[in-house]
DNA sequence: CAATGAACCTGGTTGC
DNA sequence: TGCAACCAGGTTCATT
């Protein structure tokens, strides 16, 4: 999906759908990761949101006047869309119409994603969000947190980063690009990794996460911005999907080197052995 | 617990 | 052209 960076851009161009009366609501038959909630329909119509805001690559609703609250994700395939288009295409799993014609819509073709309702009063301490670990983007995540729970894994480092519990926001691609960018192994041992490498990390993290936020994100297939347009931060990776090339700094310095790409996990990594010792 | 791999789904691409 | 195999921004669950 969607990871932190994509999830932001939904947020921000779903804030123009704050306050705005609920006229109808649209919802397909398909269950998502969970049934759609059935009376979504009856809870909208006819109130608004007032607060729509990011938590992780969750999305949670608020609505005026109701003690529910939506949560949301785009699993790796959704999408939200905000237009004044009146056309329903395959796969799109939730409408909802404003008075003035506008509409938000949820899309996702592999149905991964979710989109439930729970207690406004503890949302928090839903099964999904519990969990999760501090945001890759606020202050709590730094080098001391990082060590901290890091110690003692014997995992490498590439998918101690996927873990949501560890630190909330990194996906699959900046991932791979944070370790290049941190000239850090993907296969170190995650416990093994000194006060520098996390340091590095961190930065590197926070770094590549801001910039794809300000290119819109990465759009590599399904992914699309809130106004239908993609984003442009895939024309800026430095391994991911390259496997074969050659990395921007051995490029510079006219080594040679050839980007790798295995698999850690069942997901795929990409590195430049060079540059990323272990 | 921590670490792995399968499962959930659809659709696009690759290779025979 | 057809069809099977494999791959994809994520997460949960069952099994070691």
Known sequence: MPEL???ENMCCGLQQALHKDIKSVYIADKSLREPLPKELEQLLINTRFYQIKRLAKYLIFHISNCNKVIIAHAGMSGRFIYDNNKDIIKHDHIIITFQDGHRIKYNDPRRFGLFILEDAANYLQNKYLNKIGVDALSAEFNTTYLELKLKNLKIN??????NQTIVA????IYASEALYTAKISPLAAA???NKIDL???????KNVLHKSIKLGGSTLKDYKKTDGEKGQFQDHFSVYGKENASCPACLVNKEDCKI?????NGRSTFYCSN????
């Open 5 to 7: 960076p994509e999830v």
């Open 157 to 162: 480092i590439k998918t101690a980063l996927l």
């Open 191 to 193: 416990g093994s990794l």
């Open 169 to 172: 926001g990194v996906g699959n």
């Open 260 to 264: 790798i790409k295995l698999k850690q």
């Open 275 to 278: 540059i990323q010792n272990l």
């Open 199 to 205: 340091e590095n990390l961190v930065i590197a993290i």
